[in-house]
């Protein structure tokens, strides 16, 4: 049986050979620079203080939901979130999902029609990609944060478009000219979806609630497993939109709803964050400190992710493995997941390291670039 499966035993033998496979590993020890915990929540004893006491208050929180939420998962927790969530980031609704991911599934794969196309830029996260294949739409790429290129493909376009951004993207760790796409999108008619993954907690709700452009993007995606160190999305949209994916979206549809345990979570994050608001100003004093060492990197000057790019393959991993032997925990990304000879050291910043570690952490990168 195994002879019908050797084409993927060879490429499998390929990535081990070139030192790009991936396996799963269990949580090392050591400083963290490689998690999406900016703010420290996944850590923070108060926090989980605080959610435990909910839990014991109310032990029915553990519960599992039973089903999806349109038969038996639904509950008045997670109404009541998502009424909070939307009051809180300026829109009128907001739908919850179990991870960003499908909620990216959800948008735009239900969203666009045959007749529609979508924009996106050329670093977009995977789950849009993915989901742009589910749908039957027509899909495009501008280049990267080039609000030329984006309005030379708007020009071009007949009937309805989609653009979708990230406020703060993953892998460069650059933010996004919202405000320059939000007017070329409004100018050319087309339906603006941002991803706020990344920028969540970081910078406030988010760049689209810091530059208040709740009028200028149709749906804005919230994931809570970053910053607020819980797990799970929203995406921000209007009412009819909200109602269309209910109807519509199979990532919802046929999805078991999370327990309410998660919707809590999520809503005491945000009262945690709001009065906790040190955490983000220590992130950018340590994100400071960082750019301050003068390593170059195509990042944002204000960005918790900082990208150094090492295109040498044996190089990035000896850099890797040097800095795990001195107790730092980084994570290195090789094509395919970014481009062949854009390959990188990723540099994650929180709140809680210390300017001792990441001034030790870039001498040791010094010696590599």
Known sequence: MLNKFHHFQEVLEKRKESGTLRILKQKQEGIDFYSNDYLGLARNKDFQELLLKKITENPELLKGSTGSRLISGNSSIVVETEEFIAKEHQYESALLFPS?????????????????TIIVDEQIHRSVHDACKMSNAKKLKFKHNDVEDLERILKKQNGLCYVAIESLYSMDGDIAPINEIAEITEKYNANLIVDEAHAFGVFGYGLVDKFQLQNKVLA?????????????AAILTNDLIKSYLINFASPFIYSTSAHDFLWMSIQEGYHFLNTNKELSIKLQENIKIFRDQN??????????????????????????EVLFENGFLTYAVFSPTVKEGTERLRICLHSFNTEEEIIQLTNIIKKFT
Request: net charge positive; glycine share 8%.
């Open 295 to 320: 390593l170059k990197s195509p990042s944002s000057e204000n960005s918790p992710i900082q990208a150094i790019i090492i295109p040498d393959n044996h190089q990035l991993r000896t850099l890797k």
């Open 100 to 116: 960003g991911y499908n909620a990216n599934l959800a948008l735009f794969s239900t969203l666009p029609t045959r007749h529609d």
């Open 220 to 232: 804005t995606v919230i994931t809570y497993g970053k910053a607020l160190g819980t797990h799970g």
